[in-house]
């Protein structure tokens, strides 16, 4: 199997080479870029509606997967009419990995493509290999096909393996330059290879050996050109919580920002969390990489960023972001859609959120304190996770929360033995919005 993968992979790169070595980059100049992560796309295929999937749904982590179709036809639409420079997405592409759910995205993303505006995009860890791969039709769970390295690459030869400028064969890591300024490292960092039925997909991440040596070649050449890297990955490159580290931030982060930070890097694009987030890691001589952790576009409020960088053609520029929400509503009434939950789609979305993601705890809180706290404390935690995810517990609402009369129940929860580490952690933690960031060039 591995000398079958190393030999298709020898050819792609081949073909890579060729394609990238007649292209002709323009010169540095402003690009703009949207950035997105963790659709957890659902293929018509795999799931009919029905009663298994809802269950599926509430039973989840909140993510909005029984509409995340219409959410993602509407966030397409919005990038076409923005033209933007480019289409940046950091992984999860997928629900489970299934080769429906990916050759339906794709099609869509290659109508992006198509429409003017380059798509690239990198695996995470539900993507490859992945053995939870199902469907959920006529009430009954069931396997299907997933997808292998290989087939992800020819599902997605449009969105950006086939106009990488260099291609790592270690794995499906690329760059692309995306003018003679800003030159763009899509990093896949997941061990698919460690997928087994009795372990169907691996949670954190690591960049693979020979892949170092690749990236070191391709950042010094990004500096002799004058150029700044843009790195993007799947899971995080700074801390972003002090409860989600193991799983979440890449093992070797701190080797992959310093080799960043050495050669101008100052912005990384991750996602993997969830939640929209931004940290940076800072280095033992001052270096400072940030990490925008981008929230995911299944999970209300459906947000994705803009980036706008300026660079200099000396190495140097001036970074841009901004998150915004998708206009779910506007998309349904600019194509017809009839569903009444479109009319106010944000408002349904923030409410089914904050039940959903507080679903898996309800039986516990119930038996622990009985309905009428347990009510009261999902609803404190339902409003905790409505704003961290969208990126909006600042210190100040935090402190309202703990303010308002219904915080004493967490109180009385921590005092009867309920594990009150995660609300505790997220409200301690707050600090100011997570939705925008501009950095100076580098000196």
């Known amino acids: 199997m591995k000398k079958r993968f190393a030999a298709a992979l020898a050819a792609l790169l081949a073909l890579g080479a060729l394609a990238g070595c007649g292209r002709k980059v323009p010169p540095a100049a402003p690009v703009t870029l949207a950035v997105a992560s963790d659709l957890h796309y659902v293929g018509e295929a795999i799931e009919d509606g029905g009663e298994l999937f809802t269950r599926v749904v509430k039973e989840g982590d909140g993510r909005q997967l029984d509409y995340i179709r219409p959410i993602t036809d509407a966030f397409l639409a919005q990038v076409v009419q923005d033209k933007p420079d480019a289409l940046i997405l950091t992984g999860d592409l997928s629900f489970n990995g299934e080769k429906a759910s990916h050759e339906e995205l794709a099609a869509k993303l290659d109508q992006v493509v198509q429409a003017g505006v380059p798509v690239f995009v990198l695996p995470g860890n539900h993507d490859v290999n992945n053995y939870a791969a199902s469907t959920y039709l006529g009430g009954e769970r069931a396997s299907t096909d997933f997808v292998t390295p290989e087939e992800f690459e020819e599902i997605y030869k449009n969105c950006g393996f086939a106009a990488a400028d260099s291609r790592d064969s270690a794995s499906m890591s690329y760059m692309v330059k995306l ?104 280095g033992e001589g001052g270096e400072q990489v940030w990490d925008v952790a981008s929230g995911s576009l299944a999970v209300w409020p459906y947000l994705s960023g803009r980036v706008t960088i300026d660079p200099d053609g000396a190495g140097h520029a001036s970074w841009d972001y901004e998150a915004a929400p998708t206009d779910v509503t506007a998309w349904a009434a600019a194509t017809g859609q009839t569903d009444p939950v479109f009319a106010d789609f944000s408002a349904f979305g923030r409410a089914q959120f904050a039940i959903n993601s507080t679903s898996r705890s309800a039986d516990r809180l119930a038996e622990a304190l009985g309905e009428e706290d347990a009510a009261a404390y999902r609803r404190v935690m339902g409003e905790v996770n409505v704003l961290y995810f969208a990126g909006a517990l600042t210190r100040q609402a935090a402190d309202e929360l703990k303010a308002s009369p219904e915080w004493a129940v967490v109180e009385r929860a921590k005092n009867r033995g309920v594990d009150t580490s995660y609300i505790l952690s997220v409200v301690n933690e707050a600090e100011g919005s997570q939705c925008s960031l501009h950095i100076d060039p580098a000196a």
Not at 229 to 239: D, E, G, K, S
Not at 242 to 251: M, V
């Open 179 to 282: 003018n003679g300024g800003v030159w763009l490292f899509m990093l896949d960092t997941q061990p698919y290879y460690l997928n087994e039925p009795g372990f169907p997909y691996t949670v954190g991440g690591v960049v693979q050996d020979g892949t170092w040596t690749w990236l070191e070649k391709q950042l010094k050449k990004c500096a002799a050109a004058g150029a700044v890297p843009l790195a993007a990955m799947h899971q995080n490159l700074a801390v972003h919580s002090q409860r989600f580290t193991t799983g979440y931030r890449l093992y070797d982060a701190d080797r992959l920002a310093q080799l960043l930070a050495d050669y101008g890097g100052q912005l990384a694009f991750s996602g993997h969390l969830h939640p929209q987030h931004i940290a940076s890691w800072q």
